[in-house]
């Protein structure tokens, strides 16, 4: 086993201690090599023992002093070399070896030499022309309305006529509009009103045109029983006689129709109508 006091601990702290310790003795040594560099001067009648004696001493001079200069140099490196363990490891900086890179001189040519021109003046009073406004966005043609069809007399398109039907009875009856197409329409509305809301009830309707053809509406309304049949679009009525019924009850007895009327609106593409009539 190692002795602590040799140790290398032991040996830096020691090294340390002696190094902070040493006080050189600057001003013995000074005096030393003056009083040396004084007895060197001396005129040269000295005898030869002066000057081996001046020798001698110089020469212990020079030898204290190279002593403490080895001893100084001695402890120095010892010191250096305990803090040198001490000190951390040196850290290395990376830098990077690229050239950086030069900024290019511009090349004088002959439009960089040249002079700029000076700016055209306008002569007074010459007014700067306008810039051009866009011109409007023309409006889109409105599109052809519709043709209207005209109005034309009843009997140009058809002929009708109101009824009641011979099978009614002292409790029930049938009103009936015959509507005779002069051409082939179109637009059909027929519209029976029965008068006396609240004393006839409604028991069904039919027409002789196909079944799918019309829209069917019964409705009370301002004291009447409102029969409407009217032709569904894209549908058309053929030339001919097409007979439109309603069916009712009412109180006993033979009933009056005088208070009953029908409408007939009919049309065409370009013409169109209205019939009106009663069940006197």
Avoid at 147 to 164: M, N
Avoid at 261 to 266: I, L, N, S
Wanted: proline content about 11%.
């Amino acid at each position: 086993m190692r002795d602590d006091g040799h140790d290398d601990d032991g040996v830096r702290r020691k090294l340390r201690g002696a190094a902070q310790a040493h006080r050189p003795d600057r001003e013995r040594m000074r005096a030393r090599i003056e009083r040396g560099m004084a007895e060197g001067k001396r005129p040269e009648r000295r005898s030869q023992a002066t000057r081996r004696a001046v020798g001698a001493s110089w020469l212990r001079v020079v030898s204290a002093t190279a002593a403490v200069a080895g001893v100084c140099a001695v402890v120095g490196y010892g010191v250096a070399a305990a803090l040198r363990d001490d000190e951390p490891a040196p850290q290395s900086v990376a830098t990077s070896t690229t050239p950086p890179t030069p900024t290019p001189t511009p090349t004088p040519g002959p439009d960089r030499d040249r002079t700029p021109d000076a700016p055209t003046r306008r002569p007074s009073g010459t007014p700067e022309t306008p810039p051009k406004s866009p011109k409007a966005p023309k409006p889109p043609k409105s599109s052809k309305a519709p043709d209207v069809p005209k109005d034309v007399p009843a009997d140009r398109l058809l002929w009708a006529d109101g009824s009641i039907d011979p099978g009614s009875s002292t409790y029930w009856s049938q009103s009936d509009i015959t509507v005779k197409a002069e051409k082939p329409l179109t637009a059909l509305t027929v519209e029976v009103r029965v008068a006396g809301s609240g004393e006839v009830a409604d028991t069904g309707n039919w027409r002789s045109l196909p079944e799918d053809d019309f829209a069917v509406s019964v409705a009370e309304r301002d004291g009447f029983l409102v029969y409407r049949w009217t032709l569904k679009p894209g549908k058309t009525v053929p030339v001919g006689e097409h007979v439109f019924a309603g069916q009712f009850n009412h109180p006993a007895g033979k009933r009056d129709a005088g208070g009953d009327t029908y409408a007939v609106h009919a049309g065409t593409a370009d013409e169109r109508t209205v019939w009106r009539g009663d069940f006197a």
